[in-house]
């Protein structure tokens, strides 16, 4: 059985009294508070206590540099007066008190709210400006979803990035509401002689993250369920895996360097590199996670099954997905003098280049959309043409003066749409392979 544990510490710099029952109830079940990180407490086991805490905050403390002579004849001062000094988190001092009717530790309303307003100011500040880039961040995801509609139904990136950069925004928005809420109202209570308990305001504030918890817990689901190559959901589990692992490094490196007594300025240094290294660390296993090479054996189509010849290709694929439908992309071409494609022999003839975008939908209502929308992406250079060569319901050939393109064609499957391009002139025998490889039947 462990004899320490933690505990998140989800409440708000001024919820003072709600940190203050959490210590109190663990006590009560047999933890005593014994050390704090940058969002966690650290309790350890003991014996179960009617222990009372306390918390103050001293304005010249840090969280960098070890505790100076202030700060320790403030700690002193509060013995005396029964407070025992158990742990600090940045400016906040924690004091426990044994006796059952303590004498408060706080006893100036206006010097409390003066300190407790800087440090709930500079969230506030934070949080404004998180505000204000969340807000660009939507404007921007928002004109990208609307310019790129087609992209925007076969990826989940772009469905989900506005709601979640939406639910930060509106996160950032609600804890400034909450600040001004409470700010008033201490300062007016603090005006009376009097110490304001924020309790309604803090758990309001505590809740405001919950709805973007579940959307992110339901953006996981979408990106491993419906997300294509999965390559999407690594990045994001990578991500949030990168932040937590870079901020809990950096606080017990610093934690470390404050009780060994280093000085402030080596322990910002050092905590930053920190911090740099673990996000570094954890990229690289991101990278070598995502990295693999393309594999061609799974592709319905081939330059191998359209000519034969088995040349040495480079193969770019790529596959993303959605609740409403599913893209494939796939290339194939030589590269000149490319790791992937060593120098061809004389007279070989390698230039044979094929690329081609399979949309499918998943739910009937998006196959109309990704029929509409690839044909917009190609209007004005698309003409109709014979689909029964191809085993297609509709079938359009994109002239050959459209710009990098030699000859395309855009081929309805009922339930998928192919844009399809091939530099080279189309047989019998090419448009069943085709027909064979995207569900048709050709003719």
Same mark, same amino acid.
């Given at each position: 059985?462990?004899?320490?544990?933690?505990?998140? #510490? %989800?409440?708000?710099?001024?919820?003072?009294?709600?940190?203050?029952?959490?210590?109190?109830?663990?006590?009560?079940?047999?933890?005593?508070?014994?050390?704090?990180?940058?969002?966690?407490? &650290?309790?350890?086991?003991?014996?179960?206590?009617?222990?009372?805490?306390?918390?103050?905050?001293?304005?010249?403390?840090?969280?960098?540099?070890?505790?100076?002579?202030?700060?320790?004849?403030?700690?002193?001062?509060?013995?005396?007066?029964?407070?025992?000094?158990?742990?600090?988190?940045?400016?906040? /001092?924690?004091?426990?008190?044994?006796?059952?009717?303590? =004498? @408060? =530790? +706080?006893? #100036?309303?206006?010097?409390?709210?003066?300190?407790?307003?800087?440090?709930?100011?500079?969230?506030?500040?934070?949080?404004?400006?998180? %505000?204000? !880039?969340?807000?660009?961040?939507?404007?921007?995801? =928002?004109?990208?979803?609307? +310019? +790129?509609?087609?992209?925007?139904?076969?990826?989940? +990136?772009? $469905?989900? $990035?506005?709601?979640?950069?939406?639910?930060?925004?509106?996160?950032?928005?609600?804890? $400034?509401?909450?600040?001004?809420?409470?700010?008033?109202?201490?300062?007016?209570?603090?005006?009376?002689?009097?110490?304001? *308990?924020?309790?309604?305001?803090?758990?309001?504030?505590?809740?405001?993250?919950?709805?973007?918890?579940?959307?992110?817990?339901?953006?996981?689901?979408?990106?491993?369920?419906?997300?294509?190559?999965?390559?999407?959901?690594?990045?994001?589990?990578?991500?949030?895996?990168?932040?937590?692992?870079?901020?809990?490094?950096?606080?017990?490196?610093?934690?470390?360097?404050?009780? *060994?007594?280093?000085?402030?300025? &080596?322990?910002?240094?050092?905590?930053?590199?920190?911090?740099?290294?673990?996000?570094?660390?954890?990229?690289?296993?991101?990278?070598?996670?995502?990295?693999?090479?393309?594999?061609?054996?799974?592709?319905? =189509?081939?330059?191998?099954?359209?000519?034969?010849?088995?040349?040495?290709?480079?193969?770019?694929?790529?596959?993303?997905?959605? @609740?409403?439908?599913?893209?494939?992309?796939?290339?194939?071409?030589?590269? @000149?003098?490319?790791?992937?494609?060593?120098? @061809?022999?004389?007279?070989?003839? !390698?230039?044979?280049?094929?690329?081609?975008?399979?949309?499918?939908?998943?739910?009937?209502?998006?196959?109309?959309?990704?029929?509409?929308?690839?044909?917009?992406?190609? /209007?004005?250079?698309?003409?109709?043409?014979?689909?029964?060569?191809?085993?297609?319901?509709?079938?359009?050939?994109?002239?050959?003066?459209?710009?990098?393109?030699?000859?395309?064609?855009? $081929?309805?499957?009922?339930?998928?749409?192919?844009?399809?391009?091939?530099?080279?002139?189309?047989?019998?025998?090419?448009?069943?392979?085709?027909?064979?490889?995207?569900?048709?039947?050709?003719?």
């Amino acid at each position: 059985m462990s004899r320490y544990k933690r505990v998140f #510490d %989800l409440l708000h710099v001024y919820d003072k009294q709600g940190r203050h029952e959490l210590f109190e109830r663990m006590a009560a079940r047999g933890w005593e508070l014994s050390g704090g990180g940058r969002f966690t407490w &650290k309790f350890r086991r003991a014996e179960p206590s009617r222990a009372r805490y306390a918390s103050a905050y001293f304005k010249r403390a840090s969280e960098f540099a070890p505790p100076d002579s202030d700060e320790l004849a403030f700690r002193e001062l509060c013995e005396r007066t029964g407070w025992e000094f158990v742990c600090s988190r940045g400016q906040m /001092q924690v004091f426990v008190n044994r006796e059952a009717e303590p =004498l @408060p =530790l +706080d006893t #100036d309303p206006q010097l409390e709210f003066a300190l407790t307003d800087g440090l709930a100011r500079r969230n506030a500040i934070f949080s404004a400006v998180m %505000l204000a !880039v969340s807000l660009l961040l939507l404007w921007y995801t =928002l004109g990208r979803a609307l +310019d +790129d509609r087609l992209g925007a139904l076969v990826s989940m +990136d772009t $469905l989900v $990035l506005p709601l979640l950069v939406l639910g930060v925004a509106l996160c950032c928005l609600g804890d $400034l509401i909450c600040w001004a809420l409470w700010r008033r109202r201490a300062r007016a209570a603090a005006e009376r002689g009097e110490f304001y *308990a924020a309790r309604r305001i803090a758990r309001i504030n505590a809740a405001i993250p919950l709805p973007l918890t579940a959307l992110l817990a339901l953006s996981a689901l979408g990106w491993l369920l419906w997300g294509g190559s999965g390559t999407e959901s690594i990045r994001v589990v990578v991500s949030v895996i990168a932040v937590f692992a870079a901020g809990a490094a950096g606080t017990a490196v610093s934690s470390r360097l404050r009780a *060994a007594e280093a000085s402030r300025g &080596k322990n910002i240094a050092l905590s930053a590199i920190t911090v740099f290294a673990v996000c570094a660390a954890v990229s690289l296993i991101g990278v070598l996670l995502t990295w693999r090479e393309d594999d061609a054996s799974a592709a319905p =189509l081939t330059i191998n099954s359209l000519t034969g010849d088995d040349y040495a290709y480079a193969v770019y694929i790529e596959s993303r997905g959605s @609740p409403f439908a599913e893209l494939y992309s796939y290339e194939e071409r030589y590269v @000149p003098f490319g790791d992937a494609c060593p120098e @061809p022999a004389p007279g070989e003839d !390698v230039s044979a280049r094929l690329r081609y975008s399979v949309y499918r939908a998943r739910i009937p209502s998006a196959y109309p959309k990704l029929r509409e929308g690839v044909l917009w992406e190609h /209007q004005g250079h698309t003409e109709p043409c014979g689909a029964a060569p191809f085993g297609a319901e509709e079938a359009w050939y994109i002239e050959k003066s459209y710009p990098g393109v030699e000859q395309a064609w855009i $081929l309805c499957y009922g339930g998928s749409v192919v844009y399809l391009e091939y530099n080279r002139a189309l047989t019998a025998e090419n448009c069943a392979a085709i027909a064979a490889a995207f569900g048709g039947e050709s003719v």
